[in-house]
């Protein structure tokens, strides 16, 4: 059975950076592109961040462009989200999410994904 775990959200001021983890269970990380989403309240999930599972195709969202990096390592299987700079507008739950196509096509699309995790809060505030 497939499953994903975040972790790694709290609560930052805002310019604070926060180290978000996406591990898997029960399936080789390897075989997946995995992107990040995230839900603001009230919000529709917008995708963050896609890595290929390779790691050569990195996608992000024009509002984290520069701020939010991605990363995987799958001898740990393990995708990271390191997000610097962070703004109050950056508050949502945000979750990883797998997909067996591998590459980050259409990436930003929720359905295209097979797998989700639970998700981990992100709070910025001073």
């Known amino acids: 059975q497939l499953q994903l775990v975040e972790s790694g959200g709290g609560l930052v001021q805002p310019g604070g950076s926060l180290r978000l983890s996406c591990a898997a269970s029960?399936?080789?990380?390897?075989?997946?592109?995995i992107g990040w989403f995230r839900q603001a309240p009230g919000k529709e999930r917008e995708g963050v961040s896609c890595?290929?599972?390779?790691?050569?195709?990195?996608n992000y969202a024009d509002s984290v462009k520069g701020r939010f990096t991605i990363s995987r390592d799958n001898a740990k299987n393990t995708v990271y989200l390191q997000m610097n700079s962070l703004k109050p507008g950056d508050t949502a739950v945000y979750y990883c999410?797998?997909?067996?196509?591998?590459?980050?096509?259409?990436?930003?699309?929720?359905?295209?994904?097979?797998?989700w995790g639970q998700g981990t809060q992100v709070t910025v505030s001073s």
């Open positions: 890595i290929s599972s390779n790691g050569n195709s990195l």
């Open positions: 029960g399936f080789t990380l390897d075989l997946y592109a």
């Open positions: 999410a797998a997909d067996s196509r591998r590459a980050c096509w259409n990436w930003g699309r929720a359905a295209l994904y097979d797998s």
